[in-house]
C-alpha cells in the first residue's frame, strides 16, 4: 500500500489495465492502419492526474468468433515499485505491477465502398500480480462502447452501449448501424477502480479505439 501511494503522490505512478484473450499467430487487421500508443489516464480521488501509455499488440491478434470479425488491442503495463521503468509492454517487474488489456471486435462489410464497420463487443483483462500489497483492485470494470457515425444510408446513427465486466469477459454491444471509418468513431473507453482501505482511491481510465 504504501508502495503504490508513494508513486501515485510522485506523479510517477504507472498502471496498467490489460486485456488478455486468447491469442493466435498473426494480426487479424486487414490493411488498417491504428495508433501505435494511446493515452490512459490515472485519476487520484483529489483530482491529480496521471498519464498512462497503452502500446498496441502488433504480434499477436485475439481469436475472433468468425473469419469476418476483427481485433485491435492496446496493453497497458505500469511497475508499482520504480520510478525509472520503462513503461512499456515488453518489460515487467517481477517485484509488482497492474497489468491491463482493451481489446474490440468488429466486423467489415466489404458491399459497399468505402467499407463499413461495426463495432461487436469489448473484453479486458487486468490483473494485480502483488494482491497483498494493499491496493485493492475492483472486480468490475466499466465499458462505454462507441460505434457512432453515417454509412451508406448517408445518416447518422448514434450507438452507444454501457455496462460492467469481470476480468476476461465481453460486453456485447448489439450494434446493428455499420458505418464510414472517414468519419464516425468506434471504439471503447474503460474504467477501473483501485483503492487503499477506506481513505484512498483512483479510476483508471483506459481506452481502445479503431477510428
Known sequence: MKKFLAIVTSAVLGLVMAITPVYAGTNNNKDRAFSDTVQGQLISDNGDIIYITGYKDTKLRSLANNDNEQTVTYKYLVPMSTFSHNHSVSGSDSTGYISATVTIYYTENNAYAPSEYLLTRVSGIWRDPNPNDGTSVSNAAHIKANCSGAGHTNQW????????????????????????STNGSLGAYFSLRLSQGSSRSWTLNLQCFAF
Open 157 to 180: 446513427k448514434t450507438q452507444i452501449k454501457e455496462g460492467d465486466i469481470k476480468s476476461g469477459t465481453s460486453l456485447y454491444t448489439g450494434f446493428n448501424n455499420s458505418i464510414y
